[in-house]
Nanobody, 128 residues
């Protein structure tokens, strides 16, 4: 299994900044895409930003130019730098990873199928 642990959420004022981190751990064979999603009060979960293993990024229109996603492949970590925060950014932010884990049988290591993994979420609250 792969576990994702987010940190860095909290309370910020409008116009302020926060930085989220997410560390993947477990029997990781590979991690392809990583990303951040969010779910605001009474809303559906939406994609915020994504990044491939090669560093290509994409952003939701609502955050483009304000948020920056990055990753450290050696540390299996993805970051989300959030600047110029707005009250409408208030949400639970979830880390995601599309990758695979490995199992062992005797001396043989084998790859489990690729799948999506999710963190537990971290609350971000932006006050006016």
């Amino acid at each position: 299994q792969m576990q994702l642990a987010e940190s860095g959420g909290g309370l910020a004022r409008a116009g302020g900044s926060l930085r989220l981190s997410c560390v993947a751990s477990g029997q990781i064979f590979s991690i392809n895409d990583m990303g951040w999603y969010r779910q605001g009060p009474g809303k559906e979960r939406e994609m915020v930003a994504g990044i491939t293993s090669g560093g290509s990024t994409n952003y939701a229109d609502a955050v483009r130019g304000r948020f920056t996603i990055s990753r450290d492949n050696a540390k299996n970590t993805v970051y989300l730098q959030m600047n110029s925060l707005k009250p409408e950014d208030t949400a639970v932010y979830y880390c995601s990873a599309y990758g695979s884990t490995y199992g062992t049988k005797g001396w043989t290591k084998y790859q489990h199928p690729l799948q999506h993994y999710w963190g537990q979420g971290t609350q971000v609250t932006v006050s006016p």
